[in-house]
């Protein structure tokens, strides 16, 4: 195992100066940091975490709880999140959750850990959130942000989030100016994107048809089981237009309807709801609502690192980010081409 010693041994400075030099010390010139830590490169030696942490009082080990990793909408969060925690020089560590258990076994690992702050984007409901934990890792500075969760988590945890309600409502709307006025819903129940939905329905005095209320359906897997049972139905009952939970939702239905011969949009309009990079290349292109999920991705990290450097800053900050209706090619006006 290679040692601090032996890389200033081999660089020709003290430990002291070599450690400093590691560590981008202003006490050290830019020539001398370069030459330690080419020695160090050479050597392949990896710096105790332990021991500095135990020095520093910091890990430099930022904990991200995301579900869905697989998820474009979440994976491309995890990535930003990355990118501007190691430009500051921080190692993130991905904790993918299920369920309330596997979230309460991660706060508890970041307490182990010591890490030096947590995001939570966990898909688990409200009700379920592990909520007074959380706050205790605030309480004990761990300072600790939520993304894509509107939670009232007292006065020190930071949230950021997009107006999902305000998404499914122009996205419904869309429908409803295109003519449609059988438009279903396929997502989550009493979430803010149904919320949304029905108050589309409201305002346009539509008629409340318990029939076209996709519950839970989440992901592509459920779209693509949805489209076929639509499919099986009499033409008279189906929608003529379905607002999804999200993208993934939406390009399953598209998937399996096109399958199954019901021509999208001509016979169902479809509107998703994210903007994934996959939605503005699929065929056909996918009319969605944009959800700025890298910008909001850059402002939790940033709100993160703010905390870490001055953990006295108790007041929480609440940051919303608007959304964007994007035609493409999966919603039409009612009744052309068919």
């Known amino acids: 195992m290679i040692r601090l010693k032996d890389v200033a041994k081999k660089a020709n400075v003290s430990p002291a100066t070599a450690s400093l030099a590691l560590n981008d010390n202003e006490l050290v010139n830019d020539k001398t940091k370069a030459r330690v830590k080419k ?49 500051n020089g921080y190692n993130i560590i991905y904790c993918g959750v299920e369920s309330k258990e596997d979230e309460l076994d991660y706060i508890t690992l970041f ?104 519950k839970n359906i989440l992901s592509f897997e459920d779209g693509y089981k949805l489209g076929k049972k639509i499919a099986d139905q009499l033409e008279t009952k189906r929608p003529t237009a379905i607002l999804s939970h999200n993208d993934e939702v939406a390009i399953g239905l598209v998937q399996s309807l096109v399958s199954s ?29 944009d959800i700025p999920n890298k910008k909001m991705a850059r402002k939790a990290i940033k709100l993160l690192l703010s905390k870490i450097k001055n953990k006295n800053e108790s007041a929480a900050r609440h940051i919303k980010f608007d959304v964007s209706l994007i035609e493409r090619e999966t919603t039409q006006k009612v009744g052309l081409n068919i």
């Open 111 to 214: 307490r182990g850990m010591q890490v030096d702050g947590a995001i939570f984007a966990s898909s688990v409901s409200t009700s379920d959130l592990n909520i007074d934990l959380i706050k205790e890792l605030a309480d004990n500075f761990i300072p600790v942000v939520f993304i894509d969760r509107l939670l009232d988590a007292g006065d020190r945890i930071d949230s950021v989030n997009s107006d999902l309600e305000r998404a499914a409502f122009i996205a419904a709307e869309h429908l409803y100016n295109l003519g449609h006025r059988k438009i279903a819903f396929a997502g989550k129940e009493n979430e803010f994107r149904m919320t949304g939905y029905l108050k589309v329905l409201k305002k346009y005095n539509l008629n409340y048809d318990n029939q076209y209320l996709f």
């Open 261 to 289: 011969g019901i021509s999208v949009p001509e016979k169902i309009s479809i509107c998703g709801i994210d903007n994934i990079r996959l939605s503005h290349f699929y065929n056909p292109a996918l009319t969605t609502v």
């Open 39 to 87: 020695v160090a490169k050479e050597m392949n030696y990896i710096p105790d975490a332990r021991a500095k942490a135990l020095k520093t009082k910091e890990t430099k080990i930022i904990g991200l709880v995301i579900p869905e990793i697989d998820n474009p909408f979440f994976s491309e969060i995890a990535k930003e999140i990355k990118t501007v925690a190691k430009k």
